[in-house]
């Protein structure tokens, strides 16, 4: 019984160490901005058959507050103009969603490097876009490579620029 | 030991269970930097590979050698989860152009038996630098704006289809 209880001890002491360890070594910017892409994706996801409107528009808007900053610039490539400001990727998000019967944002292969003093990291990665138009016709698929331009404002990690890297020039 | 266990584990588990980790880590090696499985979006490689189809990216195909005109090649773009799939028609330090959907390689026609949809492609040469290929999609049935083509570093190429 006593060495039981001293097993257990032990266990819980390696566990305890090993969360402190792991809590120690993890990177929670990188962790922010992250999750922030994981937010965004989902943000501008739309199912098949759904109308993105009232309360879940303004969350999903809410959203993108919360990840992008207020003057950003976002230049993901032709035939996409660039887009300068927080309000215009809105606006342009509220008009445009629903335009779309499906949409589906995907970032992979994300690779983050982090500015020394860590106020603004860049982040590459390869954008997929698989959508439908309200036609109803073949699904479209788009992939580019984007950098991504991330600054810590008021303690919070937002976009400040997007733009395109060409894999074929 | 009941019947369906020994189908499971067979005579000797432990033994099973070696075989199981060797068998996971060769597929694990294999799969994820041999042998890259990849499945197709778009047209752009039609018909010589169809949107939606399975394959594999072979990154052994140029390690013994540089790729060749004519070889079909799988360029990363950040990483490798997603790469394109393009043809090489032009080797480094080369005038690659087209003409009413002719390509001319330096100058001079140049006959791809692979191309089936053809448009009416003009394109001024570009020339290619010592480490870039020109790369493009055997699909000319669309507009030449339409389609991704272009140099690309070579360091960019992982390798090949594998069929």
């Given amino acids: ?169 | 030991m009941p019947w369906y266990l020994r189908l499971l584990v067979g005579k000797s588990p432990r033994r099973t269970l070696v075989r199981a980790i060797i068998i996971a880590a060769i597929a694990f090696i294999a799969f994820r930097y041999l042998f890259i499985p990849v499945h197709l979006r778009g047209a752009s490689m039609e018909p010589s590979y169809a949107n939606g189809s399975v394959n594999f990216v072979n990154t052994l195909r140029f390690r013994f050698g540089p790729p060749r005109r004519g070889d079909v090649v799988a360029i990363k773009m950040a990483g490798t989860r997603v790469m394109l799939f393009k043809r090489i028609v032009g080797l480094p330090n080369e005038r690659i152009g087209f003409r009413n959907g002719i390509l001319l390689v330096n100058g001079k026609e140049f006959q791809e038996p692979y191309v089936v949809h053809r448009e009416q492609w003009n394109m001024p040469e570009v020339v290619t630098g010592e480490n870039e290929y020109f790369v493009v999609g055997d699909n000319r049935g669309t507009a030449i704006e339409e389609h991704a083509l272009g140099r690309v570093d070579k360091r960019r190429i992982v390798g090949g289809p594998l069929f």
């Avoid at chain 1, 305890?16 to 501008?44: E, F, H, S, Y």
């Avoid at chain 1, 990291?121 to 580019?144: C, N, S, V, W």
Wanted: with cysteine; aromatic share 6%.
């Fill in chain 1, 1 to 169: 019984m006593k060495n039981t209880k001293r097993n257990v001890l032990i266990i819980v002491l390696v566990l305890v160490a090993g969360m402190i360890i792991w809590l120690m070594t993890q990177d929670w910017d990188q962790r922010r901005i992250r999750k922030n892409l994981d937010l965004l994706a989902a943000a501008v996801y739309k199912p098949r058959g759904i109308t993105i409107q009232g309360v879940d528009l303004f969350k999903r808007v809410a959203i993108l507050r919360k990840v992008i900053a207020a003057d950003c610039i976002i230049a993901p490539g032709e035939p996409v103009p660039q887009i300068t400001g927080l309000d215009e990727v809105c606006g342009l998000f509220a008009q445009g969603i629903n335009m779309v019967a499906e949409l589906k944002v995907v970032f992979k292969d994300v690779t983050l490097t982090m500015a020394p003093g860590r106020a603004s990291a860049t982040a590459t990665m390869t954008a997929e876009g698989i959508g439908t138009d309200l036609q109803g016709g073949p699904k479209q698929y788009d992939a580019r490579e984007i950098e991504m331009t991330w600054k810590k404002i008021e303690g919070k990690w937002k976009i400040a620029e997007v733009k395109e890297i060409k894999t074929l020039h």
